[in-house]
């Protein structure tokens, strides 16, 4: 879920784009967490997405994944695994324009159960809950989900594993 940008050197090297870090987290029978999300002042309009946020200070990405997750789902029982994938998406949110470069981290864990005890004010009006999703529900799902493809990219990291180097995927602009 989006949150404000605190680090002033954020977008030096990405363009001007907000940098952020998600997980692609599975639990031991390949299910993976998506959190609802929706809009802070409109619950229809809805979305399913991965645990993830920008960098804060000096962090690199794999520790804003590692903080992202935690305290979206209360899960640290997590082994952080390579980037999978790399999109740029630009989308309306809270009333302003949001431009990331975002960066999706295979992890696993055994730890199932999810406490969101570290929201920001804005996540709280915004986060829903958080869903176990098995890749055929997701295929089925008739909900939106980030990025788009995520039952396409699912089905083929179970099939073929992380890949060798980040696919690179489509620009999504909302």
């Known amino acids: 879920m989006p949150a404000e940008p605190t680090r002033t050197g954020e ?3 990405t363009g001007g784009l907000r940098k952020v870090a998600r997980v692609v987290l599975l639990d031991p029978e390949d299910r993976i967490l998506l959190l609802h999300g929706h809009e ?3 619950p229809a309009d809805d979305w399913w997405f991965t645990p993830g946020g920008g960098l ?8 804003a994944a590692l903080r ?3 305290e979206e789902t209360g899960i640290t029982d997590v082994a952080l695994g390579p980037v999978l994938w790399r999109r740029r998406c630009s989308f309306p949110f809270a009333g302003r324009r949001w431009d990331q470069d975002e960066w999706y981290y295979l992890a696993r864990t055994t730890q199932t159960a999810t406490a969101a005890t570290g929201l920001t004010e804005l996540e709280r009006r ?3 809950g958080a869903r176990w999703w098995t890749c055929r529900e997701l295929t089925r799902a008739h909900e939106t989900v980030y990025p788009t493809r995520l039952a396409e990219l699912l089905q083929r990291l179970l099939d073929d594993g992380p890949p060798a180097t980040p696919v690179t995927l489509d620009t999504e602009i909302v």
């Open 126 to 128: 915004s986060v829903a």
């Open 40 to 42: 802070p002042d409109d």
């Open 11 to 13: 977008e030096s090297d």
């Open 68 to 70: 992202e997750l935690a």
């Open 56 to 63: 804060e200070g000096a962090e690199t990405r794999e520790e």
